[in-house]
């Protein structure tokens, strides 16, 4: 072991304790993404020309919520953990056992804004290029407490910004939530709202969300630690590497439709 390598201390996963009740720094992160996501949506609400009341934000904030939490488990147990809920069904609904898949969440949100937009007569595009910007302060907030969790290591390096978890072992490892961090915390926040100010045709921003996350995704994968009882697949490609391709190919087209076919995507800019 090398003395130069940080040790991680093992932060206390409890944020906040007020007599029973114990905030979790991972729970204190997604609250924190949501109240972001309000504040900036009702922001743009507020700005001439846009056809979003506060109504309208709190009701769709709500249903992505919901979204995110059950995509969320549903996808971690059956894209993660399958054998697991082959063996016991009621492990899918034992939350506290921890396990939230973003990829799972996506669908999920995806799902809820479709729904949200049929009951309010939106295009889904318009929906989404709303919702897609809102998203990339809660993704980074969540790789924070990650991080502060000491889980989802990186892999096992000898760079000299490596970290020790003792949890996996005492070799330096790659600091992969912190990567996780900036590219889908603050490098996509800037990309997604550079392009929300340019004023693209619809289907632009959510495209580019698709296409630039399943990219960030993926390059971190190759020095995250896989998923211990999945492995790599072919020795190459991880689950998170193989759920972000289509994410990057789909975004891609979407982008290239988005200018190409507008019709596909109804009328109008971002609104």
Known sequence: MSESHWVFPGFDPVAIQIGPLAVHWYGLMYLLGFVFAWLMANRRAAQPGSNWTRDQVS???FYGF????????????????????????LYLIKIWTGGMSFHG?????????????????????AVADFIAPLIPFGLGAGRIGNFINGELWGRVTEVPWGIIFPAAGMLPRHPSQLYQFALEGVVLLIILNLAWRVRPPRGV???????????????????????????????????????????????????????????????????
């Open 66 to 89: 919901l979204g995110v939490i059950v995509g969320g488990r549903l996808g971690y147990v059956f894209f993660y953990q399958f054998d697991a809920f082959a063996d016991d069904p």
């Open 105 to 125: 969440g996506l669908i999920g949100v995806i799902t809820a804004l479709w729904l949200y937009a049929r009951k309010q007569g939106k295009t889904f595009f």
């Open 205 to 271: 921003v959510s495209g580019l969300f698709l296409m630039c996350y399943g990219l960030f995704r993926f390059l971190v994968e190759f020095v995250r630690e896989p998923d211990v009882q999945l492995g790599l697949y072919l020795d190459l490609f991880s689950m998170g590497q193989l759920l972000s391709m289509p994410m990057m190919l789909a975004g891609a087209l979407m982008i290239w439709a988005a200018f190409r076919r507008p019709q596909w995507f109804g009328k109008g800019e971002v609104a």
């Open 59 to 61: 009701d769709v904030l």
